[in-house]
């Protein structure tokens, strides 16, 4: 237990944001949760997290979210970079509009938000910078090429971060998981099925978990734990690293 806090923490209708959610304001930490699906201000508030509607791929939203936290709660210690989605699709193919609607929700959404917290944390003397990558920011597969260069870039995103921050008490890390059972990947299992005319736990098992030590799906309370610790006090030492939870899969 440390002292409580303020975080703000994105894409937290479901999945990894909304496990963050929940382990924070269980740790005593006020929170803000920001998501464009307004069904999220039910899931933040059976948590006991307050709620702000955006479109983060917005640059006015993201600062506006920092800005609403700070009338709320008087100031942001704690940011959780995790909204984020996929596209499927060849390079060749790959539509533009596509690129750069995932490149500004998952690389330039966390640099504004990075920005627009910062006086706060700088003036506390206190920040925790929490980005959610992915395994896919230590490799490739095909047909991601938006996703894995906008996770890559975030990682250079923490790095930088986390030199600048280094003097003013602010860490900033990346997490990088492997498949978490979310709707992300629910959705992904059931398009793999139809594509490979597998059924779904076939995919999960050949497909999603080819490349794991341990075959099965990561929790996204997995994830949210680790969240937790690197958000807490006791990670003061902990800056600039990308964390892996991926079952193995970068081992080889
Ligand atoms: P999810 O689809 O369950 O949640 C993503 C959230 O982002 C949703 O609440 C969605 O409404 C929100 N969002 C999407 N577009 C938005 C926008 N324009 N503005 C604001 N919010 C928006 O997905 P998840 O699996 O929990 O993924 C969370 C993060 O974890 C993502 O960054 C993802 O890349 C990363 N990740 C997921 C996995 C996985 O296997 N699920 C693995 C590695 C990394």
Redesign the pocket.
């Known amino acids: 237990p440390g002292s409580p806090r303020v975080a703000l923490v994105?894409?937290?209708?479901?999945?990894?944001?909304?496990?963050v959610v929940k382990t924070l304001c269980d740790l005593g930490h006020q929170v803000l949760a920001?998501?464009?699906?307004p069904a999220?201000e039910t899931v933040a508030e059976a948590s006991g997290a307050a709620f702000f509607q955006?479109?983060?791929?917005d640059a006015e939203?993201c600062r506006a979210a920092v800005g609403d936290a700070v009338k709320r709660f008087g100031h942001v210690d704690i940011l959780v970079?995790?909204?984020?989605?996929?596209h499927v699709e060849s390079i060749e193919s790959f539509p533009e509009a596509k690129w750069r609607?995932i490149i500004d929700?998952?690389l330039t959404?966390p640099f504004l938000l990075t920005q627009a917290a910062w006086p706060y944390m700088r003036e506390g003397q206190w920040g925790r910078i929490i980005n959610?990558?992915?395994?896919?920011a230590q490799v490739a597969s095909p047909g991601k090429a938006a996703?894995i260069s906008a996770?890559h870039g975030l990682i250079g995103l923490t790095k930088t971060a986390a030199l600048e921050g280094g003097e003013h008490g602010i860490t900033a890390n990346a997490?990088?998981?492997?498949?978490?059972?979310?709707?992300?990947?629910d959705n992904q299992i059931a398009d793999q099925a139809r594509m490979h005319g597998m059924g779904e736990q076939e995919v999960i098992e050949k497909v999603m978990l080819k490349n794991a030590a341990v075959k099965r799906?990561?929790d996204?309370s997995e994830?949210a734990s680790l969240v937790a610790y690197l958000a807490s006090d006791q990670a003061g030492a902990v800056t600039g690293s990308s964390w892996n939870i991926d079952l193995g899969w970068t081992a080889q």
């Open positions: 994105t894409g937290t209708s479901s999945g990894i944001g909304a496990a920001v998501d464009f699906n999220g955006a479109d983060l791929t939203a970079n995790n909204a984020g989605i996929q609607q929700l998952m959404a959610i990558a992915s395994v896919h996703y996770k997490l990088c998981p492997a498949y978490v059972r979310t709707p992300l990947v799906l990561i996204p994830v």
